[in-house]
């Protein structure tokens, strides 16, 4: 009987104990519109956290008293831990806002006057510094042909070409 209890609830515990942290990145390349439109789905707790340690300041992601100033602290914080580039040109991000689902913030961006895209290059290293395990899967839609890839800590780069 013990030996059937560590089977089953020694993985339990232990994937409480060390929680996976992953988040997805999705650039799709609208065509008509010029524009590439990005989403961010992060962990809510793991984001909060980790805008709490680099803002030095207390927040309730989900529940916002001052809904601008989170919204200042993500679009800042994922500018200089996201940056795409388009066949070689360095892409500025405009933050449009987030929206909490479940357990998951979804935080989306968009970069207007990119009428074709041959090559993209990205670097997200969001929330490396606050865990050694992070990983991104990354997912690009150009002329409705989709590429994924995964990095993990300290891997930060990925490249796509359509």
């Not at 030095?56 to 919204?71: C, H, K, L, M, Y």
């Amino acid at each position: 009987m013990g030996l059937l209890l560590c089977k089953w609830f020694l993985p339990l515990w232990i994937s409480a104990v060390h929680p996976f942290y992953l988040s997805v990145t999705e650039i799709r390349h609208n065509a008509p519109r010029k524009t590439l439109e990005i989403s961010c789905r992060i962990f809510s707790d793991d984001l909060e956290n980790a805008l709490k340690k680099h803002y030095s300041t207390s927040f309730d992601i989900v529940r916002p008293q001052n809904r601008p100033a989170v919204d200042t602290m993500i679009a800042q914080y994922i500018g200089r831990h996201l940056q795409i580039k388009a066949d070689g040109k360095p892409l500025s991000l405009r933050y449009l806002g987030y929206r909490i689902e479940e357990d998951a913030t979804w935080c989306f961006l968009e970069i207007a006057g990119v009428p074709d895209v041959k090559k993209l290059d990205l670097r997200n290293d969001m929330l490396y510094k606050e865990h050694a395990t992070q990983s991104h899967m990354i997912h690009a839609i150009v002329n409705n042909k989709r590429q994924s890839t995964k990095i993990d800590n300290p891997n930060a780069t990925a490249g796509f070409s359509f």
